[in-house]
């Protein structure tokens, strides 16, 4: 039996990422598929051509984007990497809605700048009515929280940055 309130949440989570599509399979056979974007059956899905972002500047006499072409950078071309950081990332396990603290008007778990152990309570994560606590898994200090109180978080998305060494 589908509960059709487990649905309408699995729903409205969808619709408020930019995820496109859900399925989830139970041990049951049950399976359950929800996506933005309709699909026919028998229809074949062309893509949708997308513009690369020049990496170099064009050389004379070459299209740009602003002619309208799409820009591939030459093979031979450097690739530019972001630096590396030694600050670690804890990301979100789950789908849902971040609180920075455990009720409205209260104090935050943490800030920029507090020190952290092992274990402790950073924030909680709100997935389908239920309070989920996201401890830390390392010592350090939060060097960055990435996402606001109140909204809403996708699985893998980054909430804190932290200096193991601070």
Same mark, same amino acid.
């Given at each position: 039996m589908i509960d059709l309130r487990y /649905?309408? &949440?699995?729903?409205?989570?969808?619709?408020?990422?930019? /995820?496109?599509?859900? $399925?989830i399979s139970t041990d049951k056979g049950?399976? #359950? !598929? #929800?996506? &933005?974007? =309709?699909? +026919?059956r028998g229809a074949v899905q062309i893509p949708t051509p997308v513009? @690369? %972002?020049?990496?170099m =500047? %064009?050389? *004379?006499?070459?299209?740009?984007p602003a002619d309208g072409a799409v820009v591939i950078p030459d093979a031979e071309a450097p690739r530019i $990497? %972001? %630096?590396?950081?030694?600050?670690?990332? /804890?990301?979100?396990?789950m789908v849902g809605t971040y609180y920075a603290q455990a009720e409205p008007g209260s104090k935050p778990y943490v800030t920029v700048?507090?020190?952290? *152990?092992k274990r402790q309570v950073l924030c909680i994560i709100?997935?389908? &009515?239920?309070?989920? $606590? #996201?401890e830390s898994e390392f010592d350090g200090v939060v060097k960055e929280v990435c996402v606001q109180?109140? +909204?809403? @978080?996708?699985?893998?998305? /980054?909430?804190? !940055? #932290?200096?193991?060494n601070g």
């Open positions: /649905v309408k &949440k699995l729903i409205e989570m969808l619709d408020g990422s930019s /995820v496109d599509s859900v $399925e049950m399976k #359950i !598929r #929800i996506s &933005k974007t =309709p699909q +026919h513009q @690369v %972002p020049a990496l =500047p %064009p050389a *004379a006499g070459r299209l740009t $990497e %972001p %630096p590396k950081s030694n600050l670690l990332e /804890v990301k979100s396990p700048g507090t020190r952290i *152990a709100e997935a389908m &009515k239920i309070m989920n $606590e #996201i109180d109140a +909204h809403p @978080v996708e699985y893998g998305q /980054v909430l804190f !940055r #932290i200096d193991p």
